[in-house]
């Protein structure tokens, strides 16, 4: 299966992506410069996580403009998975594929550690492998990460059932402490309608690796591997 | 012509930052600070001659760039 990872300038999870991506699905993905206006055709989009064009204006602003994310609208209205973390779940919402807005963290920090997430739902393709209302671990770094939706989106998404992770503590209960961006509603990741783009503001890629202290990240890129392969 | 446009939080969305100059001012002993929103100004040269013609235009940028209209409002002032 071939996959494809966006690279804008400032990206800086773009090379993680490309690993975890290479360990799951096998093949070398396809790093796509932000500049290119197509392609390959691809099973599988990452739009990685980092400061795209400095975070000028709002995080994934500029980004959500350049030529490869009308690429990857269309392919994403086409059907094909995309994966939106960090930045790249900013840049998915400036680019209308999924609807809120990452704001500025509650706390004014950029907040850097492990924090646990629940698991809303695990039928979509991104979570069979994890159970349903368990949580697992995944690190976060970010400084605009805060979910804001308005009371109707807030309630469409709830409706549709399109919530896709709440941060919670390490048994799963939600809570202000275990919130750590101030995010609306505890949410940390969503869907879009068709369930095949995830945006999320941790980062799964960075903890498939023991070495590296975890890997509750990687039933995400099994799960996707089983998903796409049926 | 200048455009001027100010870029603000909605009124209800939550403005951290905002909230902690607010703070900051009253460490400073300047009480009586009921509120505090802080925005953004973006300032435009542009060709354009035409006050309206040019009012639409900026509309048009602060709608698909300037401000994200989910969270955030926006104010064209024209100077001609």
Request: one cysteine or more.
């Amino acid at each position: 299966m071939k996959t494809a990872v966006i690279v804008f300038p400032g990206s800086n999870c773009d090379r993680d992506a490309q690993v975890a991506l290479k360990a799951s699905f096998g093949g070398e993905p396809v790093m796509v410069w932000h500049g290119d206006a197509d392609m390959p055709a691809v099973d599988m989009i990452v739009v990685p996580g980092g400061f795209s064009y400095g975070d000028y204006l709002r995080s994934g602003a500029m980004a959500a403009t350049s030529p490869i994310m009308r690429e990857v609208v269309k392919r994403a209205n086409a059907g094909v998975p995309v994966l939106g973390i960090c930045n790249g779940f900013q840049i998915l919402t400036e680019s209308g594929l999924l609807p809120g807005a990452l704001m500025r963290n509650a706390g004014l920090k950029f907040v850097c550690r492990d924090v646990h997430l629940r698991i809303e739902r695990n039928d979509t393709m991104f979570t069979s492998r994890y159970t349903q209302n368990t949580a697992i671990r995944i690190p976060i770094a970010h400084h605009d990460g805060n979910y804001f939706a308005d009371a109707d989106t807030l309630a469409m998404l709830k409706g549709e059932n399109r919530i896709a992770f709440r941060y919670c503590d390490g048994n799963g209960n939600l809570s202000d402490d275990a919130n750590p961006n101030g995010s609306i509603d505890h949410i940390a990741g969503i869907y879009n309608e068709k369930l095949n783009v995830l945006g999320m503001m941790p980062h799964p890629e960075r903890l498939m690796d023991p070495a590296l202290g975890g890997t509750d990240g990687t039933a995400l890129f099994e799960g996707l591997v089983e998903a796409l392969a049926a | 012509m200048k455009a001027k446009v100010h870029v603000m939080l909605k009124n209800g969305v939550l403005d951290p930052q905002g909230k902690a100059v607010e703070n900051a001012l009253g460490s400073l002993g300047f009480d009586g600070v009921q509120d505090v929103r802080q925005g953004k100004v973006i300032e435009l040269t542009l060709n354009e001659t035409d006050i309206e013609t040019a009012r639409t235009n900026v509309a048009q940028m602060c709608e698909k760039l300037l401000a994200n209209t989910v969270i955030e409002n926006y104010a064209i002032e024209i100077e001609g």
